[in-house]
């Protein structure tokens, strides 16, 4: 297992998860490894506006671009630092599933990622993509505590 080849990182673009990004660009450069960036659009969004529901799939193609966009330019910086990342988004309702899909597909050897530190009704009701991943993954998950939870209502 160790060294690890290749490590995937979730990105949401929150800050939580921009400190993961970071950490496991210091890993990639320590262990000399490939880094895959995942992000997971939504299967179904939540359309912003009404006038949005003739132009679903216009919608939907945007959140894709958008992401691939912000990807890539997180690939830009790691080259820099001198790791060969990738990128790959994903779609589906169940994101942690979905980056454990990618993950076993890609044969990644760690996932790197942040948790919100979500507590209370909000856990219970939006439940946790972290746990999830913990509990299912295959290989090893590094998991990095926010510094500042939100607190729970």
Known sequence: MLPFKKILSPVDFSAPSNE????????????????????????????????????????EEQLHADARQRLENLVQQSSKRGVKATSEV??????????I????HNGVDLIVMATHGMTGWHRLVFGSVAEKI???????VLLLRTANPPESK
């Open 90 to 99: 994903g779609t589906a309702n169940d994101a942690a599933m979905e980056i």
């Open 101 to 104: 899909r990618i993950a076993e």
């Open 134 to 140: 913990v509990r299912v993954a295959q290989c090893p």
């Open 20 to 59: 993961a990004i970071n950490v496991a660009v210091e890993m990639a450069v320590r262990f000399e490894a490939q880094l895959l960036f995942v992000y997971v659009v939504p299967e179904i969004p939540v359309l912003p506006d009404a006038r949005y529901v003739f132009k679903e799939h216009a919608y």
